[in-house]
């Protein structure tokens, strides 16, 4: 079946703009985490959802950083008024519960603030 | 809190041999060990995991053994191949939570 997929691949913006990243999950997979990778570094925890609840977002750097489910399938992170350090691939994963811990990963959104 | 350690690299080997990539945890309580694989243009994956103490998880050739004594999680591969390059992360979940925290990465080079 399809894998996790996340939109756009590549994404420009310029500084202060807003931006939405969207993922969509392996059907059927009620857990849905978001990580943000800086270059050369491991993923860092974001948010963790759990069906349309936020379970966990205490790794959200700071209140520019906002994401929702709104139905409990495709997530968006939003990010209001970009900052050049916001540019990062950020990654989205899902996993059948939360307590299954193979988390599925997607292929990602590389993000790029002017 | 909790943290994983991991070899720098890059690793570059020739074909065939022998690969160890160091990996060390902090954390409290018995947490679950990973060892992901993100091959050239492709996402994170699942290479190995084990959820306890002595456990050994294993794949595609890959082992490694949860050693909370020296708390480690060791990735070995007896023979490389030039398919294996890749970067290579060490994760861990701490009991009960849903945060993975990894590591930063090696990445392994293999010449034919």
């Known amino acids: 079946g399809a894998g996790v997929s996340q939109t756009p691949s590549n994404k420009v913006t310029e500084k202060g703009k807003y931006v939405e990243l969207r993922c969509d999950p392996i059907s059927g997979h009620t857990a849905l985490y978001w990580y943000r990778q800086s270059l050369g570094q491991g993923p860092e925890f974001l948010i963790y959802?759990?069906?349309?609840?936020?379970?966990?977002d205490s790794g959200l750097p700071n209140d520019r950083f906002f994401a929702v489910r709104p139905e409990g399938s495709v997530s968006t992170l939003k990010i209001q008024r970009t900052e050049r350090g916001d540019s990062a691939m950020y990654l989205c994963?899902?996993?059948?519960?939360?307590?299954?811990?193979?988390?599925?990963f997607g292929p990602g959104t590389r993000l790029l603030v002017l | 809190g909790n943290s994983v350690t991991q070899m720098e690299g890059p690793v570059t080997l020739s074909e065939e041999a022998f690969l160890t990539i160091n990996c060390t945890y902090t954390?409290?309580?018995?947490?679950?060990l990973f060892w992901y694989v993100q091959y050239p243009g492709e996402g994170l994956q699942l290479l190995l995991k084990a959820t306890k103490a002595d456990d050994k998880g294993s794949n595609k050739g890959f082992e490694a053994t949860y050693r909370k004594e020296t708390t480690s999680f060791h990735l070995e591969k007896g023979s490389v191949q030039v398919s294996d390059s890749a970067v290579y992360f060490c994760?861990?979940?701490?009991?009960?939570?849903?945060?993975?925290?990894f590591g930063a990465g090696t990445r392994l080079f293999v010449k034919a």
């Open positions: 959802f759990q069906g349309t609840g936020a379970a966990d």
């Open positions: 994963a899902s996993s059948v519960r939360f307590y299954q811990e193979t988390q599925y």
């Open positions: 954390a409290t309580g018995y947490p679950s």
């Open positions: 994760a861990l979940k701490g009991t009960g939570g849903f945060k993975t925290i």
